[in-house]
Nanobody, 122 residues
């Protein structure tokens, strides 16, 4: 059974930091792209950052320079270090897995974890 478990969300003041984790099981970790998406109330879900052996690390323009994605292959876990958080980063964050490349539509991602809430207060 494939499982993605996201954790690490919380409430933080603007300018603060959080680290999200996505623990992956049931797949060959190295074969999959792991993407972080987020969805704020009233807005469409958007891609935030992705990591894969094919593409390396990819960031959306909204988070480039503030967020860092990394992976621990021994733990089959992907991390999203979020620094200099802004109120507009408030959203539910999801991790998702797709075989191969990051470059695909979000509806092509095969596996999704439950989200973790990130709230940034002003």
């Amino acid at each position: 059974e494939v499982q993605l478990q996201a954790s690490g969300g919380g409430l933080v003041h603007a300018g603060g930091s959080l680290r999200l984790s996505c623990a992956v099981s049931g797949v060959t970790f190295d074969d999959y792209a792991i993407n972080w998406f987020r969805q704020a109330p009233g807005r469409e879900r958007e891609g935030v950052s992705c990591i894969s052996s094919i593409d390396g690390r990819i960031y959306s323009e909204a988070v480039k320079g503030r967020f860092t994605i990394s992976s621990d292959h021994a733990k089959s876990t992907v991390y999203l270090q979020m620094n200099s958080l802004k109120t507009e980063d408030t959203a539910v964050y999801y991790c998702a897995a797709a075989r191969g490349s990051c470059h695909r539509g979000q509806y092509e991602y095969d596996y999704w974890g439950l989200g973790t809430q990130v709230t940034v207060s002003s």
